[in-house]
């Protein structure tokens, strides 16, 4: 008796010959590991902040005082409201707020109001382009001949870890490199094998359908790994990128790159299904990368972008992928943390797949 045909077997033959024609593939490395390595290193040499600077007002402050009022007016000035002191704590350590102020009436009256600000070392940058804008804010206000002297300043400072430009450009990199692998590299090599008429040769085998999927699946998904091992360690030791609990952090985002990859191959599958030729594939997964890219926060914060364009934003899978691997990487969350931003990304590869199921051809 003959040994039953064994598909295991079958997937990782084909896993392994998938992975070394991927390694052999110019697009695939340009892709995967030099286009985000570009970036990562102009942005890691460059370093710098960006123009926008968060202030929160503390719980309690008043609000009708013409510091407030001078501060709103100011376009570089994000004035945060309506958050209790605990979140602000929290997000003055993390960096994610620059500042906050609390101003209070003088129960002496002159000067007519007392402001406490509160810097932190997690934004530097960002925090003495604050203080030089409050300073000369300060200056006018104390210098008008209507009031002698409006407010009397205190500074201080609420240590917390330093974030880099470096801690928000990789993530956002690392997320761009998935989404290009997934995409391109799945819409090409299946539209390849159809149009060659290879997987019709499968056929004529014992070799299962899942079994072609899964081998390529594996090969790609083994591929963007070690593309992301080089990334977060050249970051790391190169450029200082936060790894709050080591190799901890590293398994983490690793398991999140694999979700991340696992979801974008489903848009692959989509643009392989639905491509008439092999010349059509690049305009149709551009529809579906370059959006992304420019809009899932690779390069900057969604806050930044008008109110009317963060919907679509906060609506992309890239978004979340971005926003767990800031978190998990800077913040030191777990996967459980970020399950809001896993349970999306799983809804949009359910959704994903089940048009993949419908559009895909074998032949």
Not at 282 to 296: E, K, M, W
């Given at each position: 008796?003959?040994?039953?045909?064994?598909?295991t077997?079958?997937t990782?033959?084909?896993a392994k010959a998938?992975f070394?024609?991927?390694?052999?593939?110019?697009?695939a490395?340009?892709?995967t590991?030099?286009?985000?390595l570009?970036?990562?290193l102009?942005?890691g040499?460059?370093?710098?902040?960006?123009v926008k600077?968060?202030l929160a007002?503390a719980?309690g402050?008043?609000?009708?005082n013409?510091i407030?009022?001078?501060?709103?007016?100011i376009?570089m000035v994000?004035?945060i409201k309506?958050?209790?002191a605990?979140?602000?704590k929290?997000?003055?350590?993390?960096?994610?707020?620059?500042?906050?102020?609390?101003?209070?009436?003088?129960?002496?009256v002159?000067?007519a109001?007392?402001?406490?600000?509160k810097?932190?070392s997690a934004?530097?940058?960002?925090?003495?382009?604050l203080?030089s804008v409050i300073h000369?804010?300060?200056?006018?206000?104390?210098?008008k001949d209507?009031?002698?002297?409006?407010?009397?300043l205190?500074e201080?400072?609420?240590q917390g870890?330093?974030?880099?430009?470096?801690?928000?450009?990789?993530?956002?990199?690392?997320?761009?490199?998935?989404?290009?692998?997934?995409?391109?590299?799945?819409?090409f090599?299946?539209?390849s094998l159809?149009q060659?008429?290879?997987?019709?040769?499968f056929?004529?085998?014992p070799?299962?359908?899942s079994s072609i999927?899964f081998g390529?699946?594996?090969?790609?998904?083994?591929?963007a790994?070690?593309?992301?091992v080089f990334?977060?360690?050249l970051?790391?030791f190169c450029?200082h990128?936060?790894?709050?609990?080591?190799?901890v952090t590293v398994?983490n985002?690793l398991?999140?790159?694999?979700?991340?990859?696992?979801?974008f191959?489903?848009?692959?599958?989509?643009v392989?299904?639905?491509?008439?030729?092999e010349?059509?594939?690049?305009?149709?997964?551009?529809?579906?990368?370059?959006?992304?890219?420019?809009?899932?926060?690779t390069f900057?914060?969604?806050?930044?972008?008008p109110?009317w364009l963060q919907?679509?934003?906060?609506?992309l899978?890239?978004?979340?992928?971005?926003?767990?691997?800031?978190?998990?990487?800077?913040?030191?969350?777990?996967?459980?943390?970020v399950?809001h931003q896993?349970?999306?990304?799983?809804?949009?590869?359910?959704?994903i797949?089940?048009?993949a199921?419908k559009?895909?051809?074998w032949e």
């Open positions: 008796m003959s040994k039953p045909y064994n598909n077997k079958a990782l033959a084909l998938s070394r024609s991927i390694m052999r593939s110019p697009s490395v340009v892709f590991l030099a286009f985000p570009v970036f990562i102009v942005f040499f460059l370093g710098g902040g960006g600077v968060d007002i719980p402050s008043d609000l009708q013409p407030i009022k001078s501060l709103e007016d376009s994000h004035i309506d958050k209790d605990v979140y602000i929290t997000e003055l350590e993390k960096g994610h707020i620059d500042a906050v102020i609390d101003v209070q009436k003088n129960p002496a002159k000067p109001y007392l402001a406490d600000i810097y932190t934004s530097l940058d960002k925090g003495n382009i203080k000369n804010l300060m200056y006018t206000l104390n210098t209507v009031m002698p002297t409006v407010a009397q205190n201080s400072t609420v870890r330093i974030y880099r430009t470096i801690d928000f450009i990789l993530p956002g990199q690392l997320g761009f490199s998935l989404l290009s692998t997934g995409v391109f590299g799945t819409a090599v299946f539209f159809r060659t008429l290879v997987i019709k040769r056929f004529a085998t070799v299962r359908k999927v390529e699946g594996i090969a790609r998904i083994g591929f790994l070690l593309g992301a990334i977060i360690l970051g790391h450029f990128f936060t790894l709050i609990n080591g190799a398994l985002m398991l999140l790159a694999i979700i991340g990859l696992i979801v191959m489903g848009f692959g599958f989509v392989s299904g639905i491509a008439k030729s010349s059509t594939i690049p305009p149709i997964a551009n529809i579906i990368t370059l959006p992304q890219f420019l809009l899932s926060g900057f914060s969604i806050d930044a972008f109110t919907p679509i934003s906060r609506a899978p890239l978004t979340y992928l971005n926003d767990a691997m800031r978190k998990v990487a800077f913040e030191g969350a777990g996967l459980w943390d399950k896993i349970l999306i990304m799983v809804i949009w590869g359910i959704g797949y089940a048009v199921v559009v895909f051809k």
